[in-house]
């Protein structure tokens, strides 16, 4: 059924575009960290994975495993709204950019006239193009002996014009992805002679898979990881309830599980329908399934299980959660103004957060929102369990409830990059990822609540398929917010108080406790859990070295006695008060640390609740993307005259064919806004590790 509540097409057009390592280990970076030196005869030499492939084994085996940089959430010209942004490049082109190569990109004409080039190759990569639309793109875009490929919206698909695009993308949305109907109906290009969607998702679904085969490193090098993937995209009335679908081998289901199969607001069938097609249907067939923006689910993302074999499915299927991406961060929400957050009051959750709710948040043009649905949320109206950290602790009380904690999740960050650059996260060279709607000056004028998107880090003994996913499936992950600091985080009740200085630390850490992802057993009678965390700064690369390290955090959730959520955040490593910052042309000043390390023992701990515990790891202040268009484009936020600035360069974009205010944004004064700062401070997210009282 389609929507007809008269909102403007141009509502949907932005929408449309948003449905949506670089590998630097340890040895790789020049970094010195004795504790990560594994020793052949340490007890946890053996590998923690099975291998379900045939290739070539690893030159490289860490024992006490490596980290592995990569980018779970990328999109093609197989995706609807990466097409109709005038972008073209597919996923051959997705995976070279990976590894290093250049590739172009439309300009604001749309000319393929914009290099792109990653600062450092990625380890691993999976292109997830929507399973929505999958077929309906090959019969527009390749399918040209169809009746359908001459259809309005097929032609209109194709078409070079900013503003044709914009309506074709208008007109995708509109069909189906947020259609909240219990039945959805496909495009009418789909109906007619030679009109075979199935067909034609069979074909692009066949090329994503050779793709991923083409540049999967199955040589001793193992220099490359791929994953075959999709995006299974719900999107009920805006709000985001969208996965990425990673499989662990070349063994995969027929053919994506879209919408189409499982109706709308029933992700609960996508598992099932994962199961019965991949775990019990397909021999050596293993799989995950990725939540991403809950901030924009509109509290739909997590709601309690209806049974427990629902609670089951969500726990074996779901062990990871996005953390970040290119449309902003879900851990916690702070409102600077109204001086409270949605269940914190962490300040340091002002990072990269919307000022809405759901996926309207994206339709904006020519600097102008465009639906009432994309208007600001007011913190007290803003759904708890859009952030994640509240989640997981909503997840204990569900536990001594119910017996089951069904919201046990590790944390990745990825892009959702719409222009095919996987990994392309650095504030300091963002060339977008929305093809042509976020090129040149259009991304600050439409998105400047967006960001560069993170990485996802897992650590893993080898990189090939199997210990890649081994990991993610463990837990034994990290999100960063872009940069690529190597962060280690161990929980036990036995840790040794001096393991920072020890030079064996991390055999000590995996042979008396657990590492992220982990579950700690019941606490003696005496004991409470122990943390060990230690971070490397990212070295960067020549032209742009990487940034010291501020601090480290700990962040405790657990349910109190009366049952009420709890949380609380603890320094353990590094000062606030360092002195470092950026001057007005964004240099830093100060300095900060190349390495930090800390082990903590929690005072409060009680044995009788469930807790969880994550580390956050943040970095000196640095200048956001933004700032550096903005200051690119001759308009410092930073200047007293900076509305002149703006005006001045608004003009002289307006005289080249622009529309609206293009420079405005710029200027926002961080003390009149909720979230935005044009100076941010990059960061890591380990996976929780959760304790476990007596009774469980």
């Known amino acids: 059924m389609r929507r007809s509540n008269g909102v403007r097409i141009y509502a949907w057009v932005a929408l449309a575009v948003g449905f949506g390592c670089v590998a630097a280990t340890a040895s790789e970076t020049g970094a010195e960290m004795p504790s990560e030196t594994p020793s052949e005869t340490n007890a946890v030499a053996a590998a923690s994975f099975e291998r379900t492939e045939v290739r070539e084994n690893c030159a490289r085996f860490e024992p006490l495993r490596q980290p592995l940089f990569g980018d779970l959430h990328v999109h093609t010209r197989y995706s609807f709204d990466s097409y109709t942004s005038g972008q073209r490049n597919g996923p051959d082109e997705a995976y070279r950019y990976a590894k290093g190569d250049a590739i172009t990109l439309p300009d604001v004409d749309g000319e393929p006239t914009v290099e792109a080039k990653i600062d450092r190759p990625l380890d691993f990569t999976s292109v997830t193009d929507h399973s929505e639309f999958l077929g309906e793109m090959h019969l527009c875009t390749e399918d040209a002996w169809s009746m359908g490929y001459w259809t309005p919206l097929c032609v209109l698909t194709r078409a070079d014009s900013f503003y ?6 208008g007109e995708w949305v509109e069909l189906g992805v947020l259609d909240e109907s219990e039945t959805k109906e496909r495009s009418v290009a789909c109906s007619l002679p030679g009109g075979d969607c199935e067909a034609g998702a069979s074909v692009f679904w066949e090329k994503l898979q050779e793709a991923a085969e083409a540049h999967y490193d199955r040589s001793a090098e193992c220099r490359f990881t ?12 805006f709000r985001n309830l969208h996965r990425n679908v990673i499989f662990r081998n070349e063994q995969v289901i027929p053919l994506p599980i879209s919408t189409y199969d499982t109706g709308t607001r029933n992700f609960p069938e996508l598992w099932r329908q994962l199961r019965a097609q991949c775990i019990e249907g397909a021999p050596g067939c293993d799989v995950l399934s990725i939540p991403h923006n809950p901030n924009l689910a509109g509290g739909l993302m997590f709601p309690d299980p209806k049974d ?18 290119h449309k902003a961060a879900s851990e916690c929400r702070f409102d600077r103004l109204a001086g409270r957050g949605v269940g914190t009051e962490d300040e340091l959750c002002t990072f990269e957060q919307n000022k809405t709710d759901n996926l309207a948040a994206l339709s904006t043009l020519f600097g102008e929102l465009q639906t009432e649905e994309g208007k600001a949320v007011a913190i007290d109206d803003y759904a708890r369990r859009n952030m994640v950290r509240n989640v997981l602790v909503d997840g204990l009380a569900l536990e001594q409830r119910q017996g089951v904690n069904p919201f046990q999740m590790g944390f990745i960050g990825s892009t959702d990059t719409h222009s095919a650059v996987p990994g392309g996260a650095m504030e300091y060279d963002y060339v977008g990822h929305l093809g042509r709607r976020d090129t040149g000056y259009r991304n600050v004028q439409d998105h400047f609540q967006d960001n560069p998107g993170g990485l996802a880090v897992v650590w893993a003994e080898e990189n090939s398929r199997d210990s890649v996913f081994a990991a993610m499936r463990r837990r034994e992950t990290y999100a960063t917010s872009g940069t690529r600091p190597v962060v280690r985080f161990f929980g036990g009740y036995d840790l040794g108080k001096d393991l920072c200085d020890d030079p064996d630390r991390v055999a000590a850490a995996y042979a008396s406790g657990v590492p992220m992802g982990g579950n700690l057993p019941a606490a003696p009678e005496t004991g409470a859990p122990r943390f060990l965390v230690s971070a490397l700064k990212d070295p960067g690369v020549a032209s742009h070295p990487g940034t010291d390290l501020q601090r480290i955090q700990i962040i405790k959730g657990w349910v109190d006695a009366e049952g009420q959520p709890r949380e609380r955040v603890i320094d353990v490593a590094g000062s606030a008060d360092n002195g470092a910052g950026v001057d007005a042309s964004c240099r830093p000043t100060g300095l900060g640390h190349a390495s930090l390390c800390s082990v903590w023992e929690d005072p409060d701990f009680d044995p009788a609740h469930p807790a969880v515990y994550y580390a956050r790891v943040l970095e000196n202040p640095t200048c956001r993307w933004s700032t550096l268009q903005c200051q690119a484009a001759g308009v410092n936020p930073f200047a007293e005259d900076c509305a002149e600035q703006a005006a001045a360069a608004t003009a002289a974009v307006q005289r080249a064919g622009g529309r609206g205010d293009v420079y405005g944004s710029c200027c926002l004064d961080p003390a009149e806004e909720p979230f935005y700062s044009p100076v941010i401070q990059e960061r890591a997210w380990t996976s929780p590790i959760w304790t476990t009282p007596p009774a469980r």
Do not use: H, I, M
């Open 164 to 169: 044709l695009q914009l309506f074709a993308a």
């Open 226 to 237: 791929t994953f075959v993937g999709y995006e299974y995209t719900d999107a009920p009335g």
């Open 308 to 325: 427990e074999t629902e609670a089951n499915d969500r726990r074996f299927f779901e062990p990871l959660v996005e953390l970040v991406q």
